[in-house]
């Protein structure tokens, strides 16, 4: 009992470490912002290919501090210098970082803060008059739209409806 006790807290103490600096390269030109949220100020911008190490983290966030500007951006811009490829050099702190370290080489898809609706939750909207204001406020017309598309080089194509079964 003293045993798993004490692994334990072993265990407890090492994933409550500071996060140690951590090499990445930014995976698409990406806005730096003030804080670990989307509606945190800009503070740089970063291009893709810069490289950097991670300070801190989030949630989902991380800090990166780069030669050209610091900030945090959502850490799937980033990708993380592969640790578990050699598995060693990094003074024993190989099986920590495989369970509680960056993700690393791994092809799934992720979505987050996303679920569906059900019955419940649609009966428990409330109307917010201030929220459809701001959601009238991104209309547009047709040919303001077709004139942005255009200024961004996308051309129109038309697609067939396909037959039903």
């Known amino acids: 009992m003293r045993f798993l006790g004490a692994a334990f807290f072993t265990i407890l103490a090492t994933l409550a470490m500071p996060v140690a600096a951590q090499q990445v390269v930014v995976e698409k030109d990406t806005e730096l912002r003030g804080d670990a949220s989307s509606t945190a100020p800009?503070?740089?911008?970063?291009?893709?290919?810069?490289n950097g190490?991670?300070?801190?983290?989030?949630?989902?966030?991380?800090?990166?501090?780069?030669t050209g500007a610091t900030g945090w951006l959502f850490s799937f811009n980033v990708r993380f210098a592969s640790s578990a490829a050699g598995g060693g050099g990094d003074g024993g702190a190989g099986t920590m970082n495989r369970l509680a370290g960056p993700r690393t080489n791994v092809s799934v898809t992720s979505t987050l803060g996303t679920r569906g609706l059900d019955k419940e939750t649609l009966g428990n909207g409330v109307f917010d008059a201030e929220q459809m204001q701001l959601l009238d406020s991104?209309?547009?017309?047709?040919?303001?739209?077709?004139?942005?598309?255009?200024?961004?080089?996308?051309?129109?194509?038309?697609?067939?409806?396909?037959?039903?079964k």
Do not use: F, I, M, P
Not at 42 to 50: I, R, W
Not at 59 to 66: M, R
């Open 42 to 50: 800009v503070v740089g911008k970063v291009a893709k290919g810069t």
């Open 53 to 66: 190490e991670v300070t801190d983290k989030k949630g989902a966030w991380v800090n990166l501090k780069t």
């Open 138 to 164: 991104y209309a547009t017309t047709r040919d303001a739209a077709q004139a942005g598309a255009t200024g961004a080089g996308l051309a129109s194509a038309s697609v067939a409806y396909l037959e039903a």
